[in-house]
C-alpha cells in the first residue's frame, strides 16, 4: 500500500467516522476521535507488514501488543462498538478487505452484556454479524451451524466475535487456548474466505479493558500485584500463554493479511515493571529529594519483560475537551480505619440529601419545565461502598463487608450487599434476604428504582457503566506488598473502582425519560433566557451543578493510596471552576445562534410577545408589527 492508497483511506475512514458519530449522537468527544483514529493508523500500517507471530518465549524481540490509554468513563466501549468498528468495515471492504472484529473482555458478565447491547444496536442498521461466544456448548453449537450453512456471512461485510477471557483461557495447567474457541475462528475464517474468496481478510483483536500480564515467570510472580486470570492458590499467571496462542492462531490461515492486538484501558496495568510513586518522607539511593505533594518522584516496582507496549495519542487533548461528557470531581474526604463510620455517615447524608434535593425541585419545577419538553430526573442516586481486601496476604487491614452492613443496619440505612456468597437488600427497615442472586443484582442496577448505598467488591467494579452513582466510598489502607522498599502500592484498580461515579447525570431528562446531557441543559438555559425564565434558568444551573459531580470517601493508609487517587482524580477530571467555565461557553455558544433581532413570528423571543399583546389578531396588523421590529 502506498502513500497516496493509505492518504485516501484515511480520508474515506474521516468522512464515514463523522457520519456515524452524528448518526449515534456522539459528537465532539475528541479524545476518542484521536485515539480510535491512531488505531486505524495501526491498522493501515499492519496491513502493509508482513504476518509476525508474538512469541512469549523470546519477549524482548517480539512483535508488541498495542495498548491505547483512555480515561475510564471516555466511551471507549461504546464509540468502538457504535462508530469505530463500522467505520473500519466501510472503509476496508471495498478494498477487497474483510475485517473480523474480536473483542475480548474481562470475565465480566455485566461488561460482556452492555458491550453485547452495543453490537446489537450497531448490527440492526450496519452489514455486519456480531456473534457472541456465552459457553462452551454454545460455541460448539455455532461452529456446527457454520460449518452447515456455506453462505452463513451471505450479505455482510464484517464480523464481531465478543467474547471474555474465560473463553480463551483453558486453565493454568494447560497454559493454552481452548479448543472450540480456536476451531469456531477458524471455521469463521474458511466460511468468509469460501464466500467472498476475491478478499483477504484482517483480523482486529480488541483487548478492552486489557489489564493483562504477560508473563508467567518467578519475577513477575513475585512482585506482581494481584493478577485478575489467577484461578486458584498458585499464583501463577495462565492467560497470556492462551492469549498468544490464540492471536497466533488466526495467522495460520492463508487468506488472513495480519492479525493486530489492540488494547483499550483506563487504567492499564499490563507492565510488570511499573514506575510507582516513592511514599512520603523516604529517600532511596541515587535520589536526592524526598517525595513532593504532587507524588511526582517515582520508582521502578516489580519486573520482567511484557508483549504489551503503551501508544502515545497523536494530538494533545487537554482536559477541557472532556469536561461536558462526564461529572466533574469534587473533592476527596478521608478518615483512618477506626473512624470508617465516620466516612459512612457523611456519604450516607450526602446521597440523602442529593436525592431530597431533585425530589423537591421535580415537584417546583417540573409543571414549568413541561412545555420546554423537560423535568427533573429523579432517579435515585448511589453511592458504592468498596469493601473487602486489595489483597490477601497477612498484614491487610480493611473493613469486611460485614463489619460495613452491620454498622448501617443498626443506624437504619437502606443499602443492598452484593457479594459472591452473600446478597441481600435492607430497605425501609426491612431485610430482604430472600431474594435470587440475579433479583438483587437487579435493583441495584435498575435506573428506575435503584437503592442509595451498595456494598460491592472491586472486581463488579471493572467496566460498569451506571450513571445514578455519584460518589464511592473505599475501605481498604492498602498495604504495601513490597514493605521492604520505600514505594507507594500503584492505585490502577482503585482508580478503575473509584471513576465508576464519573458519569454524566445533569438532573434532568426529556419528557419520555431520556437524560438531558450538559449540552442539552446549555440549550435549555439559554431557551428559557430567551423567554425571560430567568429564575428557572437559574434554578435548572443549580440542578446541573449539584447533580453532575462525583465525590470519594477514603480510609488513610501508609501505602498513600488515597493521596495518590486524589492527585490522579484532580489531574484527570474537571474541578467545578473548569465546568462552570465550559458550561458558560456552551450557553454563548447557544445564544450566538439566535439573533438579537429578528422577524420570525414563531421566534420565541420576540413572536410570543406579539401575539400575547394581540387583542384582535389580524394579519394586516401582524406585519406592521413585524415591520417595526425590523
Known amino acids: ?25 456522539l459528537e465532539d468527544r475528541l479524545r476518542m476521535n484521536v485515539l480510535l483514529g491512531d488505531v486505524f493508523g495501526n491498522i493501515l500500517e499492519d496491513i502493509s507488514k508482513p504476518k509476525e507471530l508474538f512469541n512469549l518465549t523470546d519477549i524482548p524481540n517480539s512483535r508488541k501488543f498495542s495498548v491505547f490509554k483512555a480515561k475510564p468513563n471516555s466511551g471507549k466501549s461504546t464509540m468502538t462498538n457504535l462508530v469505530f468498528i463500522p467505520t473500519v468495515t466501510g472503509v476496508l471492504y471495498p478494498c477487497n478487505i474483510f475485517p473480523v472484529h474480536i473483542i475480548v473482555n474481562p470475565d465480566s458478565i455485566m461488561l460482556k452484556q452492555q458491550v453485547s447491547d452495543a453490537l446489537q444496536v450497531m448490527t440492526n442498521t450496519e452489514p455486519i454479524i456480531s456473534m457472541d461466544l456465552i459457553s462452551k456448548k454454545l460455541t460448539i453449537e455455532r461452529i456446527r451451524t457454520i460449518r452447515k450453512n456455506k453462505t452463513y456471512f451471505a450479505g455482510t461485510q464484517g464480523v464481531v466475535l465478543n467474547m471474555s477471557h474465560g473463553l480463551i483461557n483453558a486453565g493454568i495447567q494447560k497454559k493454552r487456548c481452548k479448543e472450540e474457541t480456536l476451531e469456531l475462528v477458524k471455521v469463521t475464517i474458511e466460511n468468509i474466505h469460501s464466500q467472498f474468496p476475491d478478499h483477504k481478510i484482517l483480523v482486529h483483536v480488541i483487548s478492552d479493558e486489557c489489564r493483562i500480564s504477560s508473563a508467567s515467570n518467578e519475577l513477575n510472580k513475585k512482585y506482581k500485584e494481584k493478577s485478575t486470570f489467577v484461578n486458584d492458590k498458585s499464583d501463577l499467571i495462565s492467560f497470556m500463554p492462551a492469549f498468544v ?5 488466526t495467522m495460520t490461515h492463508s487468506s488472513v493479511i495480519n492479525t493486530l492486538v489492540t488494547g483499550l484501558d483506563g487504567t492499564p496495568t499490563y507492565n510488570m515493571r511499573q514506575k510507582v510513586p516513592l511514599k512520603k518522607g523516604n529517600v532511596l539511593p541515587g535520589l536526592s529529594q524526598s517525595q513532593d505533594d504532587n507524588y511526582s518522584k517515582m520508582t521502578e516496582y516489580g519486573g520482567g519483560e511484557e508483549l504489551w507496549e503503551e501508544q502515545s495519542l497523536s494530538k494533545h487533548v487537554p482536559k477541557s475537551e472532556d469536561t461536558l461528557h462526564e461529572s466533574y470531581y469534587d473533592g476527596m474526604m478521608t478518615k483512618d480505619l477506626q473512624n470508617f463510620t465516620k466516612l459512612v455517615d457523611n456519604a450516607d447524608k450526602y446521597v440523602t440529601d442529593l436525592n431530597s434535593f431533585n425530589r423537591e425541585k421535580s415537584k417546583k419545577l417540573d409543571l414549568l419545565l413541561k412545555p420546554y419538553d423537560a423535568k427533573i430526573d429523579t432517579r435515585i442516586r448511589s453511592i458504592i461502598i468498596i469493601s473487602g481486601s486489595d489483597d490477601d496476604r497477612s498484614g491487610s487491614r480493611y473493613i469486611k463487608s460485614e463489619q460495613v452492613t452491620k454498622y448501617m443496619i443498626e443506624k437504619n440505612i437502606d443499602h443492598a450487599l452484593f457479594t459472591d456468597d452473600k446478597y441481600y437488600v435492607f430497605e425501609d427497615g426491612k431485610m430482604k434476604n430472600d431474594l435470587e442472586f440475579h433479583e438483587v443484582e437487579d435493583i441495584i442496577d435498575d435506573e428506575d428504582k435503584g437503592i442509595k448505598i451498595v456494598v460491592l467488591k472491586r472486581k463488579r467494579l471493572v467496566g460498569w457503566n451506571h450513571p445514578p452513582i455519584c460518589g464511592s466510598v473505599g475501605l481498604s489502607e492498602h498495604t504495601d506488598l513490597m514493605s521492604k522498599f520505600p514505594t507507594a502500592k500503584n492505585f490502577e484498580p482503585n482508580a478503575q473502582a473509584n471513576t465508576r461515579p464519573a458519569r454524566i447525570f445533569t438532573g434532568l431528562c426529556d419528557l419520555n425519560d431520556k437524560p438531558l446531557s450538559p449540552k442539552d441543559v446549555a440549550k435549555l438555559v439559554v431557551k428559557l433566557k430567551l423567554n425571560n425564565k430567568h429564575n428557572l434558568s ?10 453532575n459531580k462525583f465525590k470519594v470517601w477514603y480510609i488513610t493508609g501508609d501505602s498513600d493510596v488515597h493521596g495518590q487517587l486524589d492527585i490522579w482524580l484532580k489531574k484527570n477530571y474537571s474541578d467545578s471552576k473548569l465546568f462552570k467555565q465550559m458550561f458558560e461557553e456552551e450557553k454563548q455558544k447557544n445564544s450566538e445562534i439566535h439573533p438579537l433581532e429578528c422577524t420570525c413570528i414563531t421566534c420565541p423571543q420576540h413572536g410570543k410577545d406579539i401575539l400575547e399583546n394581540l387583542e384582535n389578531f389580524n394579519e394586516e396588523i401582524l406585519n406592521l408589527k413585524l415591520e417595526e421590529i425590523a
Open 1 to 25: 500500500m502506498n502513500i497516496e492508497e493509505k492518504k485516501k483511506l484515511i480520508y474515506d475512514y474521516e468522512k464515514i467516522y463523522q457520519d456515524k458519530l452524528i448518526k449515534n449522537g
Open 538 to 547: 437559574k434554578e435548572i444551573e443549580e440542578v446541573l451543578l449539584k447533580n
Open 245 to 249: 496462542e490464540f492471536v497466533n492462531s
